[in-house]
């Protein structure tokens, strides 16, 4: 069954976007086709802001999808706040739930100034990625628009992460770790042996060639419910308490 939280899939397509297509493997071709040409567009735009902030979060991903999405740069409290997001089968390995609307924010500014401390970061650059990508604003294209925002920061702390060392699924299986039980630091123990020196702007996009299944990155298990009250205590509810969030 294809993520649908519309209720529409049959005749808006796959998350409503632009063309009405409901073959999840053409929208998903499209979807890259758009974040390669538009790349450059969103690079450049981060580097002329002074501060990356929230909003900066919410414009990369409109430049990297408006050709694809209406929804494009409008993230779940705007678009579908009634939802809770979720990874994966309840009671499997890897099932993670996402941050519900009203934390959305919330987690992802709290990474935005954990990663400000650049020398903590440079240290726990694992703790500032998985807080972005607990917070996964959007319904598609969090990964790719997480992983911008992520290089920015860490070129403005003074480095880079060497991606062309990481698999996808080493990386993917440490961030899950990660958002599930963040007291063992488990993507700082996988990204830190390949924190490099910072690489130059123009040699960025070498750097985001290395990563493996770079256009694979959002396609997701994904399922969603109603915030209907039945989990009282969300397994993010323990990630946000570990890093005793501001209010």
Known sequence: MSFDPFGDFDTAGYLRNHFRLTDLNTVKRLEHSSFEANIEQALAYLAQCDIVDYTSILDVHRMLFQEIYPWAGQDRVQVTPDLRISKG?????????????????????????????????????????????????????????????????????????????????????????????????????????????????????????GIQGLDGLDKEDLDYQKLDGSLQHPLYKGYLAERTLPS
């Open 89 to 209: 089968r309840e009671g499997e390995p890897g099932y993670t739930v996402f941050a519900d609307a009203e934390d959305i924010v919330r987690a992802a500014e709290y990474g935005l100034s954990s990663a400000s401390k650049h020398t903590s970061f440079r240290t726990r650059p694992g703790e500032v990625m998985g807080l972005l990508a607990l917070a996964h604003p959007f319904l598609d294209g969090n990964g790719r628009t997480i992983l911008l925002i992520f290089t920015e920061l860490c070129y403005r702390a003074g480095f880079s992460i060497d991606w062309s060392q990481t698999s996808k699924e080493s990386y993917l299986a440490a961030l899950t770790a990660e958002i599930l039980d963040p007291a063992q630091r488990p993507l700082d123990a996988y990204l830190t042996p390949y924190v490099v020196a910072a690489v130059k702007r123009e040699d960025w996009p070498t750097l985001i060639g």
